[in-house]
């Protein structure tokens, strides 16, 4: 929170300019500050510009029952989605341990039930942003089918369904027959799916590109090629940031917003942020006879955890999780699996040449929980990062967040999130 002897308008520098830092900005901005982003690339130049675009609310983390066994067994299959890359890491070996130690029952009901409500919560805000600040990013909001290949997938997604129902949301279970009627390029691969009515799906570039439009229209002054290197400290309390090349930006508040990096600036305050980058990758298909078929709305392959989204003249096909470090370097394999899963559920996918191939790095907290609240033992520092495969999903709702403890206009509704949960 901001010092009471601030003048009516303070002060706020954001760091990062990825989908969460702007969102942070645009709802502080809304809320009557002033802001700046210091963004040390260029804005989305993270995991923010080239994910799946799906607002996916609602699902569980990735800690569950039985996930570490699923994990070595996938870590030992070259084809599976999941690569941990083979190097002495000790901060990677630490968060997997740290990982395994959540995979339980109870932590899935209680992060569903912290989750599933913010999840709800983002989407209305959505509806809000894309009406309010005219945004055209091929929002859609007409849900995405969770398509299953094996009676084992389509029992996993009934059961994280089951989760999920008693939080408002209307998953619907869909025999084969019903799938291919509603959505016909899916090939006999396909048994079943569960279709969540709620999502929405959009071009995550022009999300973020409008949003950041948005929010300088509201006064945030966004500045890129800036590097933070640490959080001025006086008397206890944040007085701004330190830059790399020597300068200084005053504040009143600083939020840290910077994603998988970055995380230094925390651990200097005293407050170690257990997040890995955890890399995934997407291929662009174009939509044609010899490339990718017009789907109609966004499906994840559930067994191979690939998302395609269907966008104006593509297809985007997204998906793998890789611990390999805080680089992005593309691995030619991990590219090539998202085209043979894309094969294996619509067999009519061509030779077409990708138009675009990327990776990006998702910030995975160790317990599947966004890291979301003020940084505990110093006053006016604010974290959010975390948010692994739903940052795009909670931006909204986390921005909203941070503008209301930050500036202390509403309530904040931070609980299970805060950054001091790790000891
Ligand atoms: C393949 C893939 C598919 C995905 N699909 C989806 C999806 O469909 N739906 C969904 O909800 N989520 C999805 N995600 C996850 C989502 O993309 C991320 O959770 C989200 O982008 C994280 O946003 P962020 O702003 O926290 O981090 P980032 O986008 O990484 O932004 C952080 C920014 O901070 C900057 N920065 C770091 N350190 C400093 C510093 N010291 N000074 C200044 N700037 C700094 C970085 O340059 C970066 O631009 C996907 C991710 C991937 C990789």
Redesign the pocket.
Known sequence: MVAASTVSAPRVVV?????????CAYYLARGGARVVV???????????????????PGHPPLNRPGRVAQGIRQMLDPTSPLYVHPSWNPALWRWLIGFARYCTQEHVERAVGIMAPLGMQSLALFDQLIVEERIECEYRREGYYDVCATEAGLGEARHEASLIAPHGYKPETLDRDELVRREPALGPHAIGAVFHPEAS?MD?ARF?EQLARAAERRGVELREG????SVLIEGGRATG?A??GGGIERADAVV??????????ARRLGTRIPVQP?????RDIPIGPNGAPHLRI?CVLNEASV?C?PMETVVRF???MEFSGANRVMRRPRLEQLTRAGRLYFPKIGTARPVSE??????MSVDGLPIVGPLPGVEGVSV????????????PV?GQMIANHVLATGKARLEGLSPGRFG
């Open positions: 760091v990062g300019g990825g989908v969460i830092g702007i969102s210091l963004e040390r690339e260029r804005l989305g130049a993270g995991a923010s510009w080239g994910n799946a675009g799906t607002a996916t799906s995550p973020l800036v590097e933070v290197t940031v830059l790399a840290l917003a910077t994603g998988p990096l970055g995380l230094e600036l955890g890399k995934g990758y997407h966004a998302f989204l997204a998906g793998t990327w990776c990006g790095l998702r910030p959010a990062t975390g948010h692994g495969m739903l940052g795009l999903t909670l931006a986390t």
